[in-house]
């Protein structure tokens, strides 16, 4: 597999990635920027990839407890990598998260935070690396379901996907989370949403609310001051 060396938050992570299929963008970066973890909780990555969400979140709290889950082998041996070559430890597992559960004898984890695969696979003709990478590979809700199950009473819930998908999000939800914050992010001002996080407490009953959203870019096109300082920050 040929990789190529890449470079996010001005510069403070490296990141080897392949050089086909899926490739890190912006998702991971703002993701993790509405992680708020306590010094020495612990958190588990669903999904993980080549492991841009969990060096971000052990970067930006280095006491953390961070747990990567992926069912690549190929994918997980760079994640390691990448732990390596940045000099943060997080723990990296290769299973299915439909089996990670009883992997972890049942652990349970403070937050649990993902960036699934977007795409239903019944809706496009791919090769497998694609398939696995941008596609699901099992339900949505199975997805969510299983991310729940490995989260503590009271912990919270983080995950990010197409804007499309808010109504599937929220039904996986129901009745199992509240306190839920929903977070359109836009290209432009003008613009409809492209992505959307959603941002939960296990076992809530407050009520859900819709933020004002992050805005990308101006009018200009460049970055705006809100996903710049994202962009360029760990904090």
Known sequence: MELTKDYILKGKLSLLQPKHGYRVAIDPVVLS?????????SILDVGCGVGAISLILKLKNPSAQITAVDVDPDICDICVRNSEENSLDIDIINVGIENFHKNLHNKLFDHVVTNPPFFNKRSARVSDLKLLANFET???????????????????????????????ILSSLAKKAGATEIIPIFPKDDQDAIRVIVKCKKGSMESTRITSGLILHDKEGNFSESAKAILESSR
């Open 138 to 168: 099992m339900e949505l809700s199975d997805w969510i379901s299983c991310c729940l199950k490995n989260l503590k009473n009271g912990g919270m819930f983080y995950i990010i996907h197409h804007a499309s998908r808010i109504c599937d």
């Open 33 to 41: 920027s509405f992680v708020n973890a306590k010094d020495g909780q």
